[in-house]
């Protein structure tokens, strides 16, 4: 096993292993190892050998992602209206293509980042029956 700067297994820090997970990098050992396509998770890291699967994200990436780009989005929307009331069309090619691009560019960030909390704090799914 290789625990490069993390502490005991009982010490998870889980801000580190966010910040590894927002890059894509494995919450334990901080290889390169997360992802194995766009969103697809390894099952396992093949740095540390540390098994990846047990760990499920399932929706909480996307309702961060909503939440986030929301956030962002909405507030730029209404500044632009107050301040130049553009065209309708004007809004739908602006901040329709922003919120899909944003959104893409953070789901994989995020999730990794929820996964790295969720290996932090221990939270596995069930094994299967
Ligand atoms: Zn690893």
Redesign the pocket.
Known sequence: M?HINMPEDTERGWLPALLRGWAGR??????R?LFTAYLKMAPT??????SLESYRADDAPAYFVIFIVGHIIVPLVLLSEKLYQPALWVHGILWIPLCIGLSLWLLPHVKGAVIGVLWALQVRARPPL
């Open positions: 290789n494995c919450p334990s050992c901080g290889a190892t890291c093949s740095s540390c050998e540390i």
